[in-house]
């Protein structure tokens, strides 16, 4: 497993990277090392959780995600497994490389990555402030609201709570595709969080984020009733993070994505 990157974004830092620097182990590896921290961050525990990030095999699409059930500590480079974004479409059947499963999780990784040309990374992790909020009707209904100018960090006026559906299912994977629509983060009712970024980096710096946002959210719920912030605000806010934020994601969210997201694999 040593095919070597083209010249581009570093799927791990978002920086460009020299192709002899970055080979798929090393990315296997840094996802390990990504799951693994987030125990750390606070922001997950034990094997709950799950990350990929986008990965081509020259001309096949892919991604690589961690494994199903298996506890990050355990995880070794070749526990990674790669999944074709050939899988779900159609009749096609899920095709995977690896002696693993792939995470349970893995539709709407593979979603993401089909859909939105601005997701390099993906990181979903069982936050327990997200979940503890995504049990509340209201949050579900309203999601996180502008109570604090940060949740435009999400990338939107509010942060929006996807319903609940079975884990692993094809409808909970289109729950939160249209949770994110036109956003980089979600809470998941009755289960967790979801974050993507440009680079598994962002990805995992947004991720801690919402849970602060979610924290701080209820810390608010128990004192009274939060003043939110106007639309007009959050709009400025917004426009500012355009400008403020040096996200490589921010270049692609304009972008057009085909229908494998290609427009955000620069040649
Ligand atoms: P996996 O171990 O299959 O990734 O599942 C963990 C999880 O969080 C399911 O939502």
Known sequence: MT??????????????CEPAAC????????????????QQ??????????VSVRWHRGAADGMLITPSALPYEQCGVDDIVWVSMAAGQGTAAL???????????WRFHHDLYVRRADARA?????????????CLPQVQQQGIPAF?????AAGGRDIRCAPYATFGTQALSDH????LTDRRACLMAHHGMIALGGALESALALAVEIEWLARTYALALQLGTPALL???????????????RADPLDDLLAAEPDAHGRTAVPS
């Open 3 to 16: 095919q070597p990157l083209p010249p581009f974004m570093h799927p791990i830092t978002g920086m460009v």
């Open 23 to 38: 080979t798929e182990d090393v990315v296997r590896a840094s996802l390990i090392e990504a799951a693994r921290s987030m």
């Open 41 to 50: 961050l606070g922001i997950n525990h034990g094997s709950a959780g799950n």
């Open 95 to 105: 095709q995977v490389d690896g002696v693993r499963q792939p995470s349970s999780e």
């Open 122 to 134: 993906v990181v979903h992790t069982h936050a327990p402030h997200c979940a503890a909020l995504a």
């Open 148 to 152: 604090h100018y940060m949740v435009a």
């Open 176 to 179: 939160v595709l249209a949770a």
């Open 230 to 244: 106007s639309d007009a605000e959050m709009d400025r806010v917004l426009d500012r993070f355009t400008r403020y």
